[in-house]
């Protein structure tokens, strides 16, 4: 449970500047938990861990908090099927696996250019303004977890 570091607070102070927000101390605990384990976690969990460290905290406010987080582009919702959004603070681009058997979602790294290119296959008046790539599985045969 370490804090946000100084490079992490001018990040977040910047961007939420840009979006006309600004940082708080709950934002601060929010984006904080985000970075110490990003293992896209869902709402529930980001505040039970948000909860430990500033047990004042409601879950309406967790709830706004990552809203803000979302809107001012530091942080992107995860959607795996009929499941809880989860959360990834990591924008760079890349793909995501979710493991059916124990319901985590791992970042995939993709070779630059491989998301852009992806959108080669589209309709030809059509433009994507982003691409998400989720890969679904288990672990494979072999493989102890």
């Given at each position: 449970m370490k804090r946000l570091g100084q490079e992490d607070k001018e990040t977040l102070t910047t961007a939420l500047d840009h979006s006309g927000q600004r940082a708080t101390p709950q934002r601060e605990t929010v984006f904080g938990v985000l970075l110490?384990?990003?293992d896209h976690p869902t709402a529930d969990e980001v505040y039970a861990r948000t909860k430990s460290r500033m047990p004042t905290i409601s879950?309406?406010?967790?709830?706004n908090c990552l809203e803000t987080l979302v809107s001012s582009g530091l942080v992107k919702?995860?959607?795996i099927e009929r499941e809880p959004t989860r959360y990834?603070?990591?924008l760079a681009p890349h793909a995501h696996f979710h493991c059916r058997e124990t319901?985590?979602?791992?970042?995939?790294?993709?070779?630059?250019?491989?998301?852009?290119?992806?959108?080669?296959?589209l309709p030809g008046k059509y433009q994507a303004d982003s691409v998400e790539l989720v890969f679904r599985g288990h672990l494979a045969k072999g493989n102890s977890k």
């Open positions: 110490d384990q990003r879950m309406a406010t967790v709830y919702q995860v959607n990834c603070p990591n319901g985590r979602v791992y970042d995939v790294p993709v070779p630059a250019g491989t998301m852009e290119k992806l959108t080669d296959v």
